[in-house]
């Protein structure tokens, strides 16, 4: 990957970290499982396909996208290939602490999935092991906030973001995690990146 000499500023990051702990927090005083309910149309055969078109798009985009930037950037003359292949290791890294953490926690705490606690609710995809965190969430918050740090542009935040924020409304919609857990996925999937980046890739990436 060929880098921008700027580096994106810790200040932005570090707000949309303390924002969605907030969000951690007051999204645990609302009916979660109601809401839920009441936004699931089942018998909605367009709505329930979309949401599970971009659920089911978590590893070809989250993965993808830094692959083929990668084999991209190896063809360009002028790209430092070092830091190229160095700027998808961190990518990847960040995906695999953050699946790992996401993974320890669902063992930790065993929350069970709305559908399974609500009749009301309809699983509408699959979701395996527990509740708490999202994992397709977690990954792919965690792959948004590696580009967007490797690329600091709004060109690249607002897409990948937006895109990151669709799967995880998707799970909600899905049946098969909580808002909370969402939440929660978006925190673990930034942080990991973001910590990564901030104390050991950043100093190899953009130097």
Known sequence: MNLPAKDLHTKPVVIFLVALT??????????????????QEPENKITVSVFQFISDSISFISFGIPVI??????????????????????????????GLVSY?????FTEPRPYEVDSRIVQLSV????????????EA???????????????VALPVFTWASL???????????????????????????????????RKYIHN
């Not at 979701?127 to 977690?138: D, K, N, R, W």
Request: hydrophobic share 55%; proline share 3%; charged share 15%.
């Open 22 to 39: 907030g969000c951690m927090i007051g999204v645990q005083m609302l009916p979660q499982l109601d809401f839920i309910a009441a936004w």
């Open 69 to 98: 930037i990668t084999i991209v950037r190896e063809f360009e003359k002028e790209s430092d290939k070092k830091k190229n292949r160095l700027s998808f290791l961190y990518v990847l890294v960040s995906i695999a602490i953050a």
């Open 104 to 108: 320890l926690m669902k063992k930790t």
């Open 127 to 138: 979701g395996g092991g527990y509740s708490l965190p999202s994992g397709h969430t977690t």
């Open 141 to 155: 918050f965690a792959s948004a906030m590696a580009l967007v740090l490797l690329f600091p542009r709004w060109i």
């Open 167 to 201: 799967v995880a409304l998707s799970r909600i919609y899905l049946g098969v995690h909580y808002p909370f857990d969402i939440f929660v996925g978006m925190f673990i999937g930034s942080s990991v990146a973001f910590l990564w980046y901030r104390f050991l890739f």
